[in-house]
Structures are given as structure tokens and as C-alpha cells.
């Protein structure tokens, strides 16, 4: 069964860096794309970055110039390098992932169960 198990997170102040890691563990067999999402108290679920397993990226236009995704098809892991952070960046992040598990000829999608990220001013 596959999972993604998320790493990082944590408080920090406006300006400040911070690393999430999500790992997907399990049988995997091919990783389509990783990408990370988040939300915000009272606001709807929006792409942070995404990255494909050949290496191209799209982000959020928010986080454009700030923040990195990158990925290691060997490990099946996805990094997110926030830098630059600001107050609204403040917002539970998920790790997305669609890939295709080991004895299964489709891609399915499978989420983190979150991390907090929290941006104080």
C-alpha cells in the first residue's frame, strides 16, 4: 500500500526559511508527478508547486521566485524550500502525488495527511 509520509514544518518568522519532505513509501512503481498544496483557515486548497519526474516545475503564482520543489525519482521523494516566507504563507501544506503503484496499469492519486506551517510576523 502506498502512503506519503510528510516531513517539516514548523513556526517561523516572516523572512524566514523552511524545508518540507514527502517521501512515498510503499510499492511504487512509476512516479508521474509530486507536488505540494495547502490550506488556509477558511480558504480553499490551492497548488503550491508541482514537479514532474523528467524535472518541470509550476508554481503558484504567490510563491513564484521564493519557493523550490525538486525530486528524486530514485527515493520517490519531493522537497519544498521555502524561502522569503511571509505570514501568508501561514496554512496546513499537503504532499500530492500521482503515480502508479506496483501492479497497477493506471496512476492514482494519493495525499499526505498535512503539516503545519506557521509564518509569525
Known amino acids: 500500500q502506498v502512503r506519503l509520509v510528510e516531513s517539516g514544518g514548523g513556526l517561523v518568522q516572516a523572512g524566514g526559511s523552511l524545508g518540507l519532505s514527502c517521501a512515498a513509501s510503499g510499492s511504487v512503481f512509476r512516479l508521474e508527478t509530486m507536488a505540494w498544496y495547502r490550506q488556509a483557515p477558511g480558504k480553499q486548497r490551492e497548488l503550491v508547486a508541482q514537479?514532474?519526474?523528467?524535472?518541470?516545475?509550476k508554481y503558484g503564482d504567490s510563491v513564484k521566485g521564493r519557493f523550490t520543489i525538486s525530486v528524486d525519482n530514485g527515493l520517490k521523494t519531493a522537497d519544498l524550500q521555502m524561502n522569503g516566507l511571509k505570514p501568508e504563507d501561514t496554512a496546513v501544506y499537503y504532499c500530492?502525488?500521482?503515480?502508479?503503484?506496483?501492479?497497477?496499469?493506471?496512476?492514482?492519486?494519493?495525499w499526505g495527511q498535512g503539516t503545519q506551517v506557521t509564518v509569525s510576523s
Open positions: 500530492n502525488a500521482d503515480l502508479t503503484p506496483v501492479g497497477s496499469e493506471v496512476p492514482n492519486v494519493y
Open positions: 514537479i514532474t519526474s523528467i524535472g518541470s516545475t
